[in-house]
């Protein structure tokens, strides 16, 4: 069992940066894909944000092309955390932010997620 905790969401202006964190509970946290989802308003779907692999895996990382260039995810396993590092943060990126865990690649079907992290950006 993983159990994640986000935080560093919050309220922001347009063109302005957040830092997104997510701890795990676990020690075998770095045999996990990990990533974040997020929920947009009035969405009951979570999409795809970012997404890095575990230590199974290359460690590779992959971006939904709306924040490609924008959104950076890492990882520390000394740590057992991971973080989304968001810039020139745009209004429709206003969601509820999670974090997931799971088999490689992180997916929608991730057998572990955070409670969440609201973000809002105004305009």
């Known amino acids: 069992q993983v159990q994640l905790v986000e935080s560093g969401g919050g309220l922001v202006q347009a063109g302005g940066s957040l830092r997104l964190s997510c701890v795990a509970s676990a020690r075998t946290f770095s045999r996990y894909a990990t990533g974040w989802f997020r929920q947009d308003p009035g969405k009951d779907r979570r999409t795809f944000v970012a997404?890095?692999?575990?230590?199974?895996?290359?460690?590779?990382?992959s971006y939904a092309d709306f924040v490609k260039g924008r959104f950076t995810v890492s990882r520390d396993d000394a740590k057992n955390t991971v973080t989304l590092q968001m810039n020139s943060l745009k209004p429709e990126d206003t969601a509820v932010y999670y974090c997931a865990a799971g088999a490689h690649p992180v997916s929608e079907f991730a057998a572990y997620w955070g409670q969440g992290t609201q973000v809002t950006v105004s305009s």
């Open positions: 997404g890095i692999g575990g230590s199974g895996s290359d460690g590779s990382t």
